[in-house]
């Protein structure tokens, strides 16, 4: 078994339930008419919740993208949505938080709300097996 788990991880493709997935790592820049968007999360999202990958917008527009606890992505197709980030972790003493509610607050990405939601942004991800650079060149209009 355990040499199943080390061929597994060394040949990009993942294990889950008896059954090997192919496996790619995803990055990319996100702009908005030609400007990086610099605030908020990516979200790949696969047919069931858990097949979720999400990112973190850099302030340069980058993102890599996490699923689980590693970088690598099962390869597939993926709807595409942005939301809010909190970088700003609520503290861990609750007076901090009633008296600057506004510190914590997350907030959405600077996009229009039809990317807010994977059914209505238009924007598929497909996922390859190995590294895939996915940009994404939104509109406002």
């Known amino acids: 078994m355990a040499c199943l788990v080390a061929v597994c991880s060394m040949s990009g493709f993942g294990c889950t339930g008896g059954k090997t997935v192919q496996m790619g790592t995803v990055q990319g820049k996100v702009t908005l008419d030609g400007e ?3 605030t908020g999360l990516i979200f790949f999202m696969g047919e069931n919740i858990a097949d979720t990958a999400s990112a973190e917008l850099q302030s340069d527009g980058t993102y890599s993208m ?3 606890s590693g970088f690598r992505v099962p390869a597939a197709d993926y ?3 942005f939301g809010a980030a909190n970088v700003n972790a609520p503290p861990p003493d ?3 938080l009633m008296e600057t509610p506004e510190k914590y607050a997350a907030k959405a990405p600077p996009v229009p709300p039809k990317y807010l939601d994977a059914k209505t942004s238009g924007l598929i991800a497909a996922v390859n097996p190995g590294q895939n650079t996915l940009n994404f060149e939104l509109k406002s209009k």
Request: with cysteine.
């Open 94 to 96: 609750p007076a901090a």
């Open 79 to 81: 709807r595409v949505c």
């Open 66 to 68: 996490r699923y689980g």
């Open 36 to 38: 990086p968007v610099t």
